[in-house]
Every structure is written in structure tokens, then in C-alpha cells.
T-cell receptor
Framework: DTGVSQDPRHKITKRGQNVTFRCDPI?????LYWYRQTLGQGPEFLTY????????KSRLLSDRFSAERPKGSFSTLEIQRTEQGDSAMYLC????????????FGQGTRLTVV | EDQVTQSPEALRLQEGESSSLNCSYT??????LFWYRQDPGKGPEFLFT???AGEEKEKERLKATLTKKESFLHITAPKPEDSATYLC????????????FGSGTRLSIRP
């Protein structure tokens, strides 16, 4: 499978718990993005990596959220002390290190905080 | 601030009834405009990239066009399997890294 892979596909957690999601990008892609999407809305930018460097974070990103991309390969997104408002689809995308190029998305992780 | 607005929010068509979806954008230095298709519960699927005003791209029943202020996704003789949410996104010079999305148009095609 040469597409973007995300794990898990679904996660149900209790409020206050920590959760971690994983994204495996397309192998030759240097850029990796995390987005959050709620029902009826378009994806909202969270953060962006070029190789292992986190180059940009959304101003809307709470400090309960942290993302890493060790060795410039897979990435993890951790949410600490989850709140009900964190319930959403978390999408990962990757693209080549070429300006103006499209990003390819994974199938997402659906988080439900109860 | 960079902004992408899509209209209409929802569109219901009869099978075979052609129409257009609109994406208007306000960005400082457009680097690329992208169209995606998204089915319920799935990630967006890439359709087209447009780079400059006047450019057009086609794929099956879909055709995307670009002007300096907006893009259109034309759907010709749609089929029920074209039902999905269509998302428009831009990559702008003010932040060449991130891609900004509109809220999408939910398209429903009745047989």
C-alpha cells in the first residue's frame, strides 16, 4: 500500500485521558500535515513538518496538543487531558518537497471523547 | 488573512443535470488551488491542482477552472456515484507551507 496510513481509525476515550495517533506518510514525501475536521466543516490546519522539523503550528493549537516526526518518517499526534471539544476527525496528509504540490490524505482517525 | 469560501453549501441535482460549484479565495500570492472529493467518514481524495488564472483541468465528468478570484468545478451529466462533499483548498504565498480549506459543497445526485 503506497498511500498515507493512519492508526487507529477510531478511538473512544474518556475525558481527561491522553491519546496518541500515528501517521505513516507516502514514503518519498518529505512534508507531513495534521488537520482536524468537524462535521460539516473543511479540514482545519494544525501543524506541518518538513522532514523532522516542525515548521508551523496553528495559533488555534492548544498546548495540550503535541506532534512529533522523529527521523522524518512517521508522525505522532498526542492530545493530553482530552476534552469533549476535541472530538473530531484527525487527518494526516503528505506531499513532496516541491512548492505548490498537492497533499494526499489518509483515511483519518475519528476521536470521540465521552 | 487568507480565506476560502465555497458555495453553495449543499446542492441536490437530478442525474444528468449539469451544474457548477464555486470556490472564491482571498489570499496574498496564490501558489496553488486544489480540489478534493470527500466521501462520508473518509479522508479527502485529490482531484485537481490549478496554478494560474485561465488554467483548466478535466477528469471524467469533472472540469476545474481558475480565475484571479475564484475557481469553478463544473460537473457534466452527473451520476449518483458523484455524490460527495467537494472541498477547495489553497496554498498561498503568505504561508507556503500550509494548505487552507473551504467548508465544502455537499453534492447529492438523485437517480
Amino acid at each position: 500500500d503506497t498511500g498515507v496510513s493512519q492508526d487507529p481509525r477510531h478511538k473512544i476515550t474518556k475525558r481527561g485521558q491522553n491519546v496518541t495517533f500515528r501517521c505513516d506518510p507516502i514514503s518519498e514525501h518529505n512534508r507531513l500535515y495534521w488537520y482536524r475536521q468537524t462535521l460539516g466543516q473543511g479540514p482545519e490546519f494544525l501543524t506541518y513538518f518538513q522532514n523532522e522539523a516542525q515548521l508551523e503550528k496553528s495559533r488555534l493549537l492548544s498546548d495540550r496538543f503535541s506532534a512529533e516526526r522523529p527521523k522524518g518518517s512517521f508522525s505522532t499526534l498526542e492530545i493530553q487531558r482530552t476534552e469533549q471539544g476535541d472530538s473530531a476527525m484527525y487527518l494526516c496528509a503528505s506531499s513532496q518537497q516541491v512548492l505548490n504540490t498537492e497533499a494526499f490524505f489518509g483515511q483519518g482517525t475519528r476521536l470521540t471523547v465521552v | 488573512e487568507d480565506q476560502v469560501t465555497q458555495s453553495p453549501e449543499a446542492l441536490r441535482l437530478q442525474e444528468g443535470e449539469s451544474s457548477s460549484l464555486n470556490c472564491s479565495y482571498t489570499v496574498s500570492g496564490l501558489r496553488g488551488l486544489f480540489w478534493y472529493r470527500q466521501d462520508p467518514g473518509k479522508g479527502p481524495e485529490f482531484l485537481f491542482t490549478l496554478y494560474s488564472a485561465g488554467e483548466e483541468k478535466e477528469k471524467e465528468r469533472l472540469k476545474a477552472t481558475l480565475t484571479k478570484k475564484e475557481s469553478f468545478l463544473h460537473i457534466t451529466a452527473p451520476k449518483p456515484e458523484d455524490s460527495a462533499t467537494y472541498l477547495c483548498a489553497v496554498q498561498a504565498g503568505s504561508s507556503a507551507s500550509k494548505i487552507i480549506f473551504g467548508s465544502g459543497t455537499r453534492l447529492s445526485i438523485r437517480p
